[in-house]
């Protein structure tokens, strides 16, 4: 109940979060206002002007930390992920994301949050014979997601990034995003949305080697020699890296750290 509530009402699932949990404070997915995830986000203005405050001061969730090579920017910001990709189509919901059995789970707690990363992607298909997550694993080996068109639409349901990111996925490379998931990824911090200018999907395979330069706006199949350029993330990479809204108004001084 309290995770559906948390749903309703996102600044309370926000607000409940305990002080120094590794877990990313939510927002209201009213807080950035673009028309679809191909246009330039700019999200400083917006921050300013409809950041939520908080009650208690949450830091980074260390999947993406975790995730990145040690090619690092002087600041500590990562700019790199290397590991094996995971492939899926077009039009993947929020409910194979993450199924709404599984929305009790409360992520504001650390062995739920835990369990959550265990069930990611559980509601594909079978013609997905291979599974995301090993059945009795916590996390999987595929770290990066590559997707084709209108990834993650469906529910605004916030746990569907948070499921990613719980399960050790650093990025999302997909052909376009539901808007809905792209905000809530950018607003938890949980996963890097990136944008590919081509259907990607159907060049690299499950278990492929792959390397994300944000830097550059580039993915490196290691398995097959080729590279794709992405779309840049723009703002909303300073947003993620923080650790998500909260963490970056922080950061900037928007509201008290």
Request: glycine share 8%; with cysteine; charged share 15%.
């Amino acid at each position: 109940m309290a995770a559906a509530a948390s749903l309703a009402n996102p600044t309370t699932f926000a607000s409940s979060l305990p002080h120094g949990h590794h877990h990313q404070a939510s927002v209201s997915v009213s807080t950035f206002s673009f028309s679809n995830s191909r246009k330039q986000r700019s999200f400083k203005s917006l921050i300013s002007q409809s950041i939520l405050a908080s009650t208690s001061p949450v830091t980074r969730h260390t999947s993406i930390v975790a995730a990145a090579t040690s090619d690092s920017s002087s600041s500590g910001s990562a700019t790199s992920f290397h590991g094996l990709c995971y492939v899926v189509g077009d039009n993947i919901d929020t409910d194979q994301i993450i199924p709404a059995e599984y929305l009790t789970l409360v992520p504001s707690k650390p062995d739920e949050y835990k369990k959550l990363g265990s069930y990611a992607l559980i509601g594909l298909p079978a013609s997905y014979e291979t599974r995301f997550v090993e059945p009795g694993e916590y996390q999987s080996k595929y770290s990066i997601i590559i997707g084709g068109d209108n990834f993650g639409c469906g529910s605004s349901r916030e746990h569907a990034p948070v499921a990613l990111g719980a399960a050790g996925v650093a990025a999302v490379v997909a052909e376009s995003y539901a808007r809905i998931f792209f905000r809530n990824s950018v607003a938890t911090g949980e996963v890097y949305p990136l944008e590919s200018e081509g259907r990607i999907c159907e060049e690299c395979k499950t278990g492929d080697t792959v390397t994300i330069e944000l830097a550059q706006s580039l993915l490196i199949n290691h398995t097959t020699g080729k590279e794709y350029k992405l779309k840049p993330i723009g703002d909303a990479g300073p947003v993620i890296e923080a650790g998500g809204i909260f963490a970056y108004a922080r950061k900037a001084g928007m509201i008290p750290a």
